[in-house]
Each structure stands twice: as structure tokens, then as C-alpha cells.
T-cell receptor, first 112, second 117 residues
Framework: AQTVTQSQPEMSVQEAETVTLSCTYD???????LFWYKQPPSRQMILVIR????KQQNATENRFSVNFQKAAKSFSLKISDSQLGDAAMYFC?????????WGAGTKLIIKP | KAGVTQTPRYLIKTRGQQVTLSCSPI?????VSWYQQTPGQGLQFLFE???????NKGNFPGRFSGRQFSNSRSEMNVSTLELGDSALYLC????????????????FGPGTRLLVL
């Protein structure tokens, strides 16, 4: 079955600290894409980072970076220097032939 | 460039009624996907349209339908509403189909909050 597992329903981190959100997935395909999306309390879903599976180099976007382990089917998101504006639901997803497969999300709480 | 817009933003209906939600994609985007989001079920895929053709459909009853127009705008319709249809309905657009092999990035609208009484 094509699934995405985000094992941490909720995580909290102190402002300015670093936090890592985990994501594992199950696919038999060799070529696919992975995404992290962020959904703040205002509800607008925003792309955080996109990774192409055939690229070895981990994607980064400013304070956001991923640790992509293709063999382990793991795609964790690291947020450095956490800010209050990072508080949101974070969703991991990957592509199949016809759609994205989504995880259930991790709620990230930032403690001031 | 304007983002994805969804109308209406909020809607209250009663059981048995039908509802139509609208989504205008980013200019130039030809693919539109619809999702249902509820606190307990997360993000559930409804369907995706590309160039006016439905590419894929999620595991929802036939009461949920959609279409896409030649200008890429899309509508989804839910007939005979049930209490369980109360949810946030998200629309996302992308340049092309969202799945492999190109994995086009989806850009989301603000959603339509539907409450069924």
C-alpha cells in the first residue's frame, strides 16, 4: 500500500531551537518527488520544500532542510532557529503516477 | 501573479441540500486537485482535473463530483449533503498533473469551510 507515516502527531520546540519532523513512506517506484507543506492556523497550505528522489543532494530552503534517505524511505524536515511563525501543521507527501499521497500531519508548537 | 482563489469561503447548508464550490487556479496552471480536510481524517484526495479531464478520483461516494472548464477553472459539487460532509475543502492548482513523473508543485487556495446542519 502507498502510505506516508508521520509518527509525531504533535511536537513542541523552544523558540530559536532546532526541531526535526519525521516522515517515512512506502513506494515501489524509483522516480518520484517528495514534499513538505505547512498549514498555519490561517489554513492556507504553503509549500515548504520539494525534493526529487533521483537527486542525492538534500534540498534546503533558508532555515528548512531535509534529510532524505532513499533506501530507508525516510524524508525528515529540520527547522533551524525556530520562530513563532513556524507554528503550524506540517504535512509530508510524495508522488505516485496519478496523485500525491499525504501523511496525517504533525502539529508543531513553538514555545516563546 | 494572483494565487488560487476559492469561493465561497464559508458556507452553511442543511442535510439533503446540494452545494457547488468554485476554484480559480493560478494563471497558466492547467491542473486542479480537490481535497477534503477534517480534523480526524486529515487530507483526503477527492479528484484531479487536467485539461478538462478527470485524471484520478479518490475514494468518495458518487455524491461528490467535479468538472473543469476550458479556462481551467474548476467546480466541485456535493449532492444530498450529509452531516459528515462538514469539512474544509481545499483546491490546489499546478502547471501539470501533480503525480509522477514530473511531480508538479501544488499551490493551494484558502479553502471553503462547509458546515452541514
Amino acid at each position: 500500500a502507498q502510505t506516508v507515516t508521520q509518527s509525531q502527531p504533535e511536537m513542541s520546540v523552544q523558540e530559536a531551537e532546532t526541531v526535526t519532523l519525521s516522515c517515512t513512506y512506502d513506494t515501489s517506484e524509483s522516480d518520484y518527488y517528495l514534499f513538505w507543506y505547512k498549514q498555519p492556523p490561517s489554513r492556507q497550505m504553503i509549500l515548504v520544500i520539494r525534493q526529487e528522489a533521483y537527486k542525492q543532494q538534500n534540498a534546503t530552503e533558508n532555515r528548512f532542510s531535509v534529510n532524505f534517505q532513499k533506501a530507508a524511505k525516510s524524508f525528515s524536515l529540520k527547522i533551524s532557529d525556530s520562530q513563532l511563525g513556524d507554528a503550524a501543521m506540517y504535512f509530508c507527501a510524495y508522488t505516485t503516477n496519478y496523485q500525491l499521497i499525504w501523511g496525517a500531519g504533525t502539529k508543531l508548537i513553538i514555545k516563546p | 501573479k494572483a494565487g488560487v482563489t476559492q469561493t465561497p469561503r464559508y458556507l452553511i447548508k442543511t442535510r439533503g441540500q446540494q452545494v457547488t464550490l468554485s476554484c480559480s487556479p493560478i494563471s497558466g496552471h492547467r491542473s486542479v486537485s480537490w481535497y477534503q480536510q477534517t480534523p480526524g481524517q486529515g487530507l483526503q484526495f477527492l479528484f484531479e482535473y487536467f485539461s478538462e479531464t478527470q485524471r484520478n478520483k479518490g475514494n468518495f461516494p458518487g455524491r461528490f463530483s467535479g468538472r473543469q472548464f476550458s479556462n481551467s477553472r474548476s467546480e466541485m459539487n456535493v449532492s444530498t449533503l450529509e452531516l459528515g460532509d462538514s469539512a474544509l475543502y481545499l483546491c490546489a492548482s499546478s502547471l501539470g498533473p501533480s503525480g509522477s513523473p514530473k511531480g508538479e508543485t501544488q499551490y493551494f487556495g484558502p479553502g471553503t469551510r462547509l458546515l452541514v446542519l
